[in-house]
């Protein structure tokens, strides 16, 4: 389904949220908003298979429609997932999709108390840019404990540019690429301020002090597009 969330002028403009309009056009405006979104997927799914070994336990935190499980599945990798999202329509719609004993969808909030154990990979494509700035410390320290040994967290971000003259360029480049998909410049300003202070980017040395902090020292990035990047931390 083709995403029209913002396309009408509203009066008022709510904060985003993955609710029940969103969920139902969410793999459009992934493809549409997020730049390279199937190349990341991709690389994603290319790290797993280098690393993973039979029943490797991986953790998609903030899984949304559970997108990730499908490429498993299609990939035909033997591996116990577990998709964790705070977005109840979302689970839903995973749950409504996939059904397999190697399986799991939650609901539960990300934040600060967030644990689990024996998580051999941690994928958070898209997530920590969502968790409020002053809890994301503890949450990456916390995914850091959750993690066996010689295992890896990946996690993908937009960010900002320390420098204001570049940031302004990388935005108006992204915006540039949201109206070559279809976006107008009303959807475009309407979104910015539906995902302000719901969306709250860091930059690229921010989110390596996130991973360097919580112990993490084998850091890399795997992928970089303007004010989006991926990164590979090997605990």
Same mark, same amino acid.
């Given at each position: 389904?083709?995403?029209?969330?913002? @396309?009408?002028?509203?009066?008022?403009?709510?904060?985003?949220?993955?609710?029940?309009?969103?969920?139902?056009?969410?793999?459009?405006?992934?493809? =549409?908003?997020?730049?390279? %979104?199937?190349?990341? &997927?991709?690389?994603?799914?290319?790290?797993?298979?280098?690393? %993973?070994?039979?029943?490797?336990?991986?953790?998609?935190?903030?899984?949304?429609?559970?997108?990730?499980?499908?490429?498993?599945?299609?990939?035909?990798?033997?591996?116990?997932?577990?998709?964790?999202?705070?977005?109840?329509?979302?689970?839903?719609?995973?749950?409504? =999709? %996939?059904?397999?004993?190697?399986?799991?969808?939650?609901?539960?909030?990300?934040?600060?108390?967030?644990?689990?154990?024996?998580?051999?990979?941690?994928?958070?494509?898209?997530?920590?840019?969502?968790?409020?700035?002053?809890? =994301?410390?503890?949450?990456?320290?916390?995914?850091? &404990?959750?993690?066996?040994?010689?295992?890896?967290?990946?996690?993908?971000?937009?960010?900002?540019?320390?420098?204001?003259?570049?940031?302004? @360029?990388?935005?108006?480049?992204?915006?540039?690429?949201?109206?070559? &998909?279809?976006?107008?410049?009303?959807?475009?300003?309407?979104?910015?301020?539906?995902?302000?202070?719901?969306?709250?980017?860091?930059?690229?040395?921010?989110?390596?002090?996130?991973?360097?902090?919580?112990?993490?020292?084998?850091?890399?990035?795997?992928? =970089?597009?303007?004010?989006?990047?991926? %990164?590979?931390?090997?605990?």
């Amino acid at each position: 389904m083709k995403d029209t969330v913002y @396309l009408k002028k509203k009066t008022k403009i709510s904060s985003f949220k993955f609710n029940q309009e969103v969920t139902n056009v969410f793999d459009d405006m992934l493809v =549409r908003s997020v730049p390279l %979104y199937e190349v990341i &997927h991709k690389s994603i799914i290319n790290i797993i298979k280098k690393v %993973y070994f039979s029943n490797c336990k991986i953790l998609d935190l903030g899984c949304s429609n559970g997108k990730l499980f499908s490429v498993l599945l299609s990939e035909q990798l033997n591996v116990k997932y577990i998709g964790v999202d705070s977005s109840p329509f979302m689970i839903k719609e995973a749950l409504g =999709r %996939y059904n397999d004993k190697n399986c799991q969808f939650i609901t539960k909030n990300i934040d600060q108390d967030f644990k689990m154990e024996n998580i051999d990979i941690v994928v958070a494509n898209l997530t920590i840019q969502f968790i409020q700035p002053e809890i =994301r410390q503890q949450l990456i320290k916390n995914l850091y &404990h959750s993690l066996n040994k010689n295992s890896y967290l990946i996690i993908v971000e937009k960010e900002i540019c320390e420098n204001n003259d570049l940031a302004a @360029l990388f935005t108006e480049i992204y915006h540039d690429f949201k109206k070559q &998909h279809g976006y107008s410049d009303l959807e475009i300003q309407q979104k910015i301020k539906a995902l302000k202070n719901i969306l709250i980017p860091f930059t690229a040395q921010q989110n390596i002090d996130l991973l360097k902090n919580a112990g993490f020292e084998k850091i890399n990035p795997f992928i =970089r597009w303007f004010n989006f990047s991926g %990164y590979i931390a090997k605990k």
